[in-house]
């Protein structure tokens, strides 16, 4: 059983053609075929069944594939490993990130980072919404090393550590009865129409949380994906809401949101780094880590 047939196994069952497969390898399409024959013969059963023209995984395929995923992660960080042994200030290390951090946080940590180590080589990936309190997907099947996330997250085999709290504020629109207040309690807000992002979202759920320990359930009137809609929305007078002090920065829009300190106890977010505690990390990714870790508040700025 070499690599070369493994890798071969690996990119049929991710959808590639043998003829694909044997093209980017620069061998012949039987000879793809021949390999893959002989690693079900010797695993002893089918691994591929053809359906139409295209190769599927049968059942055993799909578990013997996650193992080989994992078996070939592995060897492929055993390679990087001893390049980096030998040029311990070079690297590759994958970050994934939300959205709300991508314009602030993100950009302040990789320019600092890249003065500390400049010869290893930061991969970006914006992570998707998913449940809260969760890690994504992306870290969960070890396409990302290292995931910045706006919240607390947990689960098996998750590590998390706590980098910075950033302030919430309550956004309203210029001219609103509360736009020249210092800092306002939340329940002044009671009453009014919220603009809020749409479930999942641990930013929603928190907001949620903060109305009702003010006393109160919001009028929730535009529900959208992103905080940037979220400020432009209430930049144009649509409703009032709860953002984040430092980012997104308000979209363009007819007008400007102004932000409100706010005095109740919760009004902050956590934001921190997950790791997977079994997944033995190469050195840059290390770096980074302790990096982020021991210099959590690069570029510090107000709203």
């Not at 690599?3 to 991710?14: C, G, K, N, Y």
């Not at 061998?27 to 893959?36: F, I, T, Y």
């Not at 940590?109 to 919404?129: E, K, M, Y």
């Not at 209430?234 to 829009?253: F, K, S, Y």
Request: glycine share 8%.
């Amino acid at each position: 059983m070499d690599t070369e047939t493994l890798r071969w196994f690996q990119h049929v069952a991710d959808g590639m053609t043998v003829t694909e497969v044997a093209e980017t390898y620069a061998v012949s399409q039987p000879g793809v075929s021949r390999a893959l024959a002989r690693l079900e013969e010797e695993l002893g059963t089918p691994l591929l069944r053809r359906s139409g023209r295209v190769l599927r995984l049968t059942h055993a395929g799909a578990e013997f594939k996650a193992h080989v995923d994992s078996v070939m992660a592995e060897l492929d960080d055993g390679v990087a490993a001893i390049a980096q042994l030998l040029d311990p200030g070079s690297g590759i290390v994958t970050l994934g990130y939300p959205l709300s951090l991508g314009t602030w946080l993100v950009p302040d940590l990789l320019s600092a980072f890249r003065r500390h180590r400049p010869g290893v080589r930061v991969r970006l990936q914006r992570t998707s919404i998913g449940d809260s309190g969760s890690i994504s997907r992306l870290l969960s099947t070890r396409a990302i090393d290292l995931e910045l996330t706006a919240e607390r997250v947990s689960g098996e085999g998750v590590r998390w550590q706590r980098i910075r709290l950033e302030p919430l504020v309550l956004a309203v629109p210029a001219g609103h009865r509360l736009a020249g207040a210092e800092a306002v309690d939340l329940a002044q807000a009671a009453g009014e129409e919220f603009v809020m992002r749409r479930a999942p979202s641990g930013m929603r759920s928190h907001v949620l949380r903060l109305c009702e320990s003010a006393g109160f359930e919001p009028d929730i009137v535009y529900e959208v994906d992103d905080l940037p809609t979220v400020r432009a929305l209430v930049a144009a007078g649509l409703g009032v809401a709860v953002v984040p002090a430092r980012d997104p920065h308000p979209a363009p829009g007819p007008g400007s949101a102004a932000l409100i300190p706010l005095r109740d106890p919760d009004a902050h977010r956590e934001i921190g780094l997950a790791w997977l505690t079994e997944r033995r990390l190469l050195p840059a990714a290390r770096d980074l880590r302790r990096f982020i870790l021991t210099n959590p508040t690069p570029g510090d700025r107000t709203p």
